[in-house]
């Protein structure tokens, strides 16, 4: 039941994601999801977590819910652009993306080559739209910092899906692959700074100049 | 010693970091390339215990590949004293310790690829090597340098994140079938029982995603601009070894698909990514006019002929190997060369590049053998790598694929000789390269023509006589990859 509820929360902090053209909002997002992947884990083992993965949640919850969001928003407020031009007024298309990324997240996860049972089938269903969800900011979106924000949105969807396997991660490859989360989140909003410094923008389109 | 072979970089990062003193930092990272060098020698007379229950270790295929790194290392490590002592950059203390930290990062995480058994530490691996070069890119804080290193970081990152999916894939279908974890040994044992659709499925997202690391068209649309607004040592290191190091995620999954009965499904798609890069490279290197973009679409080409020599499997295998070591020293040198010329025409243009034959006799001429080797004419590796792959498309009844291959190689090297020679040896202007007034020597110094002079050396050597130790280690690499079959 709780698994199924924290389920549906990535899956409404992903829609919402669609719809807000405020970065702060998104950041936000981002954050609660960072929440949500710390709790996951140890709902989705399905006995009592051990202190290593009860170490290992503390530990993503104040990377990915703290200190990863507060680093994107000072880089956000110090560049003083707060929105999202691509989304605003585009609600119809926005729905459709939703809608239909959602779909093939679900279709995807119930046609595997291979079946999973329940509720690994419905973490990958999950994972997927959050992964698509990244990858359609990426390449949607006109800010800097929201593609930023779809490289860690990727991120939190492999992280999901690998709770689908019957097997758990060892606890020095979570740590590994967080540490690697968190370094290219920072090095993102250290550019993120001096794009602002040096083109007094942060729009995607800016950073078109070099060509064949 | 594995264990000294990782964390002596990072230390020595650390150190440099921390230091203070601008004058040791070049020294520093020079010692420890000697020192990883000699490390990684001495893998080759005693195989070095294994870490982590064998996660992290010593195979042929590693071995390879970390000797291509640690050789190519090297050079750059000697030329990167020449390079930082005259550039305006490198003068700045904090910005030069900046650049041996990370160039010292870099390295360990190349040789934590290279020596990694185990496909999500790998994972993590693949992804530090962007993570570290990402601010070298950036090195020079111009826009374009900018501009390329954002490009790097999320079009790397989007695909490497692919890879971690099919790494998850992967681990469902091993799960599944034994219930360990991702270590290589353990998936080897397991992969007749792994459910072979899920493993192809697994495939698709770890090529794409390290293909996209590896430059592989059409995932490749990063490279062209990192490659060439990186400093020239960077380039070296990110097109030589960084590349090489995407590549062996592939490799490494290689073997699994094939024993879980993918193996054509998987071969199909690398020999389609391998002509899609040939091709690409064949038509962007024809009247590129500028010489580090072209080095870069040389760079797609080889990936190119790796994937495919890969994808055609047999004695292909091995000329895709002989092909990644060639394309190490090859690009490393040409990359270092090109630094050479920058300094001198101050521009990138090939146009505005004449006569360097004649002004800087040591680059000029470097180039031109360059050029030679790294089309794969002989007496270079290249040459020898090529025929195997070809001899491989034409053993397996693959006429087509020949057929492309030969025009693709063929059009790369028009494109690449009506760039080099003119540059090489055309008139040299009689109106000197504008902004070089800054009161600096450009003259070629030791530290500048020594490293690429003995990468070429390097090469004339491996293309003319392959000694018994590297010939058995490649052909134990290729029988890894080929699963015992090649």
Redesign the interface.
């Known amino acids: 039941m709780v698994l199924q509820v924290l389920l549906a929360l990535l899956v409404l902090s992903n829609i919402w994601l669609y719809f807000s053209s405020r970065l702060r909002i998104h950041i936000r997002l981002v954050a609660f999801q960072g929440f949500l992947l710390a709790a996951l884990p140890l709902i989705a083992v399905g006995h009592f977590p051990d202190e290593r993965r009860i170490g290992l949640a503390a530990l993503t919850l104040l990377v990915k819910t703290f200190l990863l969001p507060a680093l994107m928003t000072r880089a956000v407020l110090r560049s003083g652009v707060l929105d999202e031009p691509s989304v605003s007024r585009k609600h119809i298309q926005m729905s459709l993306a939703a809608v239909l990324l959602l779909g093939l997240s679900v279709w995807l996860a119930s046609h ?3 079946p ?1 049972p329940a509720p690994a089938d419905r973490i990958l269903a999950t994972a997927f739209f959050t ?1 698509l969800t ?2 359609y900011l ?1 390449v949607s979106r006109s800010r ?1 910092p929201s ?2 924000l ?2 860690i949105l ?2 939190n ?2 992280v999901a ?2 709770l ?4 758990e ?2 606890v ?2 979570e740590l ?2 967080l ?2 989360v968190a ?2 989140v920072f ?2 909003v ?2 993120i700074r ?2 602002d410094a ?2 007094r923008s942060v729009d995607v389109e800016r ?4 060509r ?1 | 010693m594995i264990a000294a072979l990782l964390l002596v970089p990072l230390v020595a990062a650390a150190l440099v970091w921390r230091l203070g003193r601008p004058g040791w930092n070049c020294p520093i990272v020079l010692a420890v390339a000697v020192l990883h060098a000699a490390f990684t020698g001495s893998f080759w007379v005693d195989d070095p215990a294994p870490l ?1 229950d064998g996660w992290i270790g010593l195979d042929a295929v590693g071995r390879w590949f970390l000797t291509a790194t640690s050789v190519l290392n090297l050079a750059t490590a000697a030329y990167t004293i020449g390079y930082l002592g005259r550039d305006r950059r490198g003068d700045e203390p904090r910005s030069r310790a900046r650049f041996c930290a990370l160039q010292l990062t870099f390295l360990a995480t190349l040789t934590l690829a290279a020596l990694c058994r ?1 496909f ?2 790998l ?2 691996a693949i ?2 090597t ?2 570290a070069s ?2 070298l890119i ?1 090195f020079h ?1 111009s ?2 340098a ?6 790097y ?2 079009l790397c ?2 695909g490497i ?1 692919l890879a ?2 099919g790494t ?1 894939f992967l ?6 079938a034994q ?3 991702l270590g290589l040994d353990a998936l080897t044992e397991a992969a007749p029982d792994m ?1 072979g ?2 493993v ?2 697994a495939f698709v997202f770890l090529v794409v995603g390290y293909g996209t690391k590896a430059g592989l068209a059409p995932m490749h649309t990063w490279l ?2 990192a490659h ?2 990186a400093p020239s040592p960077v380039s070296a290191l990110l097109s030589g070894a960084s590349l090489n190091c995407a590549v062996l995620g592939i490799v490494r999954v290689l073997p699994l698909v094939d024993a879980s009965g993918g193996g054509p499904f998987a071969r199909g798609i690398l020999v389609a990514l391998g002509l899609a890069s040939l091709l690409t490279a064949a038509v ?1 290197t024809v009247g ?1 006019r500028d010489y580090k ?1 072209l080095l870069a679409y040389s760079s797609v080409e080889h990936m190119g002929i790796v994937a495919l020599g890969l994808g055609i499997g047999g004695v292909a295998t091995q000329g895709a190997l002989l092909h990644a070591l060639g394309h190490s020293l090859v690009k490393g040198m040409l990359f270092l060369v090109s630094g050479n010329l920058l300094s001198t025409f101050h521009t990138k243009k090939v146009d505005e590049v004449r006569g360097a034959l004649r002004r800087r006799p040591a680059s000029g001429s470097l180039w031109l053998v360059g050029l030679f080797l790294a089309t794969g004419a002989p007496p270079s590796p290249l040459f020898v790598s090529e025929l195997a792959v070809l001899k491989g498309a034409i053993d397996s009844g693959q006429a087509a694929v020949a057929v492309a291959f030969l025009a693709g190689i063929s059009i790369v090297f028009v494109g690449m000789a009506s760039a080099f020679l003119p540059m090489a040896l055309g008139e040299p202007s009689s109106r000197g390269p504008a902004g070089l007034d800054d009161g600096r020597d450009r003259r070629d110094t030791p530290w500048l023509v020594v490293p690429p002079a003995a990468l070429a050396v390097a090469l004339v050597v491996l293309g003319a006589w392959l000694p018994g130790p590297v010939a058995r280690c490649l052909e134990m690499a290729a029988r890894i990859v080929t699963g015992g079959n090649g």
């Open positions: 595997l080559p291979a999973l992964l990244g990858l990426c800097i593609q930023a779809g490289v990727m991120e969807g492999v899906a690998s689908s396997r019957s097997q991660m060892p020095l490859v590994g692959v540490l690697d370094v290219a090095v993102m250290v550019l001096h794009v040096e083109f950073l078109s100049e070099l064949d | 982590l185990h999500e530490l994972w993590i992804e530090a962007t993570l990402a601010p950036y804080r826009r374009h900018l501009e390329a290193t954002w490009k970081l999320v990152s989007v994140g971690l999916l998850v681990g469902i279908a091993a799960s599944a219930g360990g974890g459910d659709s899920l192809r499925l062209p601009d060439s607004e962007f590129q973009r």
